[in-house]
T-cell receptor
Framework: AQRVTQPEKLLSVFKGAPVELKCNYS??????LFWYVQYSRQRLQLLLR??SRESIKGFTADLNKGETSFHLKKPFAQEEDSAMYYC??????????FGKGTMLLVSP | DAGITQSPRHKVTETGTPVTLRCHQTENHRYMYWYRQDPGHGLRLIHYSYGVKDTDKGEVSDGYSVSRSKTEDFLLTLESATSSQTSVYFCAISSGNDSPLHFGNGTRLTVT
């Protein structure tokens, strides 16, 4: 069975500090991983996917198959980064299994 | 936005009543999904569809049914609403293959 673990419910940092949101997965096949972001009471938006290797809004994420991780990083947090972040793993029929989410709070 | 409309946006209903939520897409995507979002649980898949009249159960399908009679519409029905079904429901679509899921704005359902 596939599983996504986000160990932190809440991550609180100051503006300008580095951020790392952790994501670990369990999957028997070749994984495809995503990060979605949800700003206050809005719809989920795709932030990153590992196959594109893009940097969106200064965020990056690298798939580490040895550690089964896909941590989300940003060198300098901004207040507008405050949001709920979800890591997700693709399964059959393009379904996604989500982690429970990490709330990022960036204080001035 | 990815051309997804969910209706209604908000609904309050009583325990035991049937409720239907609608997801409408204008993208002609093959795959459609219903998720529920709850604090401490993240998003969990209820049902999904991989084509017209082709649907399957997700992780938390008990108490829910779905129908997809045409490509653009995916209906989620709570046959007899319970308080445990109070949640925010998100519809998502995908063209499949390497495409990501795109989400609607959600329906906030309260069962009293």
């Amino acid at each position: 069975a596939q599983r996504v673990t986000q160990p932190e419910k809440l991550l609180s940092v100051f503006k300008g500090a580095p951020v790392e949101l952790k994501c670990n997965y369990s999957y028997s096949g070749s994984p495809e991983l995503f990060w979605y972001v949800q700003y206050s009471r809005q719809r989920l938006q795709l932030l990153l996917r590992h196959i594109s290797r893009e940097s969106i809004k200064g965020f990056t994420a690298d798939l580490n198959k040895g550690e089964t991780s896909f941590h989300l990083k940003k060198p300098f947090a901004q207040e507008e980064d405050s949001a709920m972040y979800y890591c997700a793993l693709r399964g059959g029929y393009s379904t996604l299994t989500f982690g429970k989410g990490t709330m990022l709070l960036v204080s001035p | 936005d990815a051309g997804i409309t969910q209706s209604p946006r908000h609904k309050v209903t009583e325990t035991g009543t049937p409720v239907t939520l609608r997801c409408h897409q204008t993208e002609n995507h093959r795959y459609m999904y219903w998720y529920r979002q709850d604090p401490g649980h993240g998003l969990r898949l209820i049902h999904y569809s991989y084509g017209v009249k082709d649907t399957d159960k997700g992780e938390v399908s008990d108490g829910y049914s779905v129908s997809r009679s045409k490509t653009e519409d995916f209906l989620l029905t709570l046959e007899s609403a319970t308080s445990s079904q109070t949640s925010v429901y998100f519809c998502a679509i995908s063209s499949g293959n390497d495409s990501p899921l795109h989400f609607g704005n959600g329906t906030r359902l309260t069962v009293t």
